[in-house]
């Protein structure tokens, strides 16, 4: 939040305002999923021109599927937690495509690089 209140580039931004219906695999209902962020943003190219971005907020291994372990109930929770991220994902793509925005998921990597 402090980095879109102060990059010049942030336009205007959001938290947690816009839902996106998606299907859970798990309960296969239709749910809402509330992505962390909306960024309206300048246009690198063109200062007149407005760029808007959906950014989620997640662990990084809650962004790939899970890797089998010996723990079950672990790799249950782990596959049914991606299940679900795996939906909003794409809903969350589909969403962006339609209104010509971009869709991006910020792991702690992205976040941790900003701080070197």
Not at 53 to 67: A, G, H, L, Y
Request: net charge positive; glycine share 2%.
């Amino acid at each position: 939040m402090v980095y879109c209140d102060t990059n010049k580039s942030v336009l205007a931004w959001s938290s947690e305002e816009l839902s996106v219906p998606y299907i859970s695999p798990v309960d296969n209902r239709l749910h809402k999923y509330y992505p962390d962020f909306i960024l309206q943003l300048k246009s690198p190219n063109n200062i007149e021109e407005k760029k808007i971005t959906m950014i989620e907020i997640k662990p990084k291994r809650q962004t790939k599927p899970p890797k089998k372990t010996q723990n079950k109930r672990r790799f249950i929770y782990e596959t049914k937690t991606w299940g679900v991220n795996e939906a909003k994902f794409k809903a969350a793509e589909l969403y962006c495509k339609k209104k010509g925005w971009d869709f991006k998921i910020l792991t702690e990597d992205h976040i941790l690089a900003g701080h070197k």
